[in-house]
């Protein structure tokens, strides 16, 4: 039967009709008068769909049943939440909802809901587990999180230029491992999951570290590490930044505003008549209403790779907020506009080749 809240077990007919009153979502009993087993339905059903059953008592509790209600007044002018329970005049979570979320590629074993039962989820043959394979009915009457199960990963392609800095490894058995150890990763033929390798950047980017994951049987993207403009480099004062039109700021040398670091003649100049593939930053800052593309929900890697490979004008500048992920793409950048506090995102200025 379907819509079942909970279940009891040795308890009368009186006491089954009396714990569905108690909750407001419960519509029907179903009692087994032999083995004083109580099934607590959140519908009602017609005589078709019950069937018959000499063992077996169907008790209606809606209001507007023509059949006789049990619905005693315990808790008058009291209206509890679903999944709560009446006891004493107050509102009480005594059972998580039955039936727990579906996850893809597994099977999920156990029908007890009561506060601190468990219920156990098996991965399908070919697929491994990433997280608990056991999810508690917690005491706020809802269940815990359950691990998921996806398809197997091979060895991933190891870029030769990085090296690797860390990877949490999901086994076929589910267990969780973490470690630095870069020649056991290299040593692992499969992997399950949401497992995750990290790779450390070069010391001149953006980034610190790139990441790929497995996501059913697929490893996802590696993304860039962001080159740095050559013109950042530490600093304590101007004097210290030797590139012609840099000056010290927060630490890093750059150009003075709104000039672009040239690589050819590594110095700053007003416009390029190449681009570069490195950015300078400005943190906290952004381009004033010249907004030709936006994107939400991005990876700063994405709005790099975005500016990147444009292709209808040169992408002169992005900028990037990291609370939400917008990324602002524009042809323009300092030079032909103006720059203004913003708190929370990071400007980016495309250096030249020429």
């Not at 490894?169 to 995750?196: K, Y």
């Not at 003649?265 to 390029?272: H, N, P």
Request: hydrophobic share 25%; net charge negative.
């Amino acid at each position: 039967m379907d819509s079942v809240l909970t279940t009891l077990i040795r308890v009368s007919l009186t006491n089954c009709m009396t714990e569905c009153s108690k909750r407001p979502d419960c519509k029907s009993i179903n009692y087994a008068r032999h083995s004083l087993y109580c099934v607590l339905c959140g519908r009602s059903y017609d005589v078709i769909e019950l069937g018959t059953n000499p063992k077996l008592v169907y008790v209606d509790i809606r209001p507007d049943s023509p059949t006789p209600v049990y619905r005693p007044d315990l808790c008058s002018g009291l209206s509890c939440l679903t999944g709560s329970v009446c006891e004493s005049n107050q509102c009480q979570f005594k059972e998580c909802v039955n039936e727990t979320t579906e996850i893809e590629d597994a099977i999920i074993f156990g029908n007890i809901n009561a506060i601190g039962d468990k219920r156990l989820l098996q991965c399908r043959e070919n697929f491994t587990l990433a997280g608990p394979d056991t999810v508690v009915c917690q005491a706020d009457g809802t269940w815990s999180p359950f691990g998921s199960c996806g398809g197997i990963c091979g060895e991933p392609t190891y870029p030769s230029d990085l090296d690797i800095k860390k990877a949490r490894i999901f086994l076929e058995t589910g267990e969780e491992i973490n470690t630095t150890d870069a020649q056991f990763i290299r040593d692992q033929t499969t992997f399950g999951i949401n497992s995750e390798i990290t790779f450390e950047c070069p010391t001149a980017t953006i980034l610190w570290s790139v990441s790929t994951t497995c996501i059913n049987s697929t490893w996802t993207p590696l993304g860039s590490c962001i080159p740095t403009s050559p013109v950042e480099t530490d600093c304590r004062s101007n004097g210290q930044c030797s590139v012609f039109q840099s000056e010290c700021g927060n630490g890093r040398c750059r150009c003075k505003t709104p000039k672009s670091y040239s690589h050819e003649g590594d110095e700053c100049i007003d416009a390029c008549t190449t681009v570069g593939h490195t950015f300078q930053r400005l943190e906290d800052t952004r381009l004033v209403f010249q907004d030709d593309e936006i994107n939400y929900s991005f990876t700063l890697e994405q709005c790099y790779d975005r500016c990147m490979e444009m292709t209808n004008f040169d992408c002169l500048s992005f900028e990037f907020r990291h609370d939400d992920g917008k990324c602002v793409i524009s042809r323009n950048n300092a030079a032909s506009s103006t720059l203004d506090q913003s708190v929370g995102t990071t400007y980016f200025q495309r250096d030249c080749l020429t």
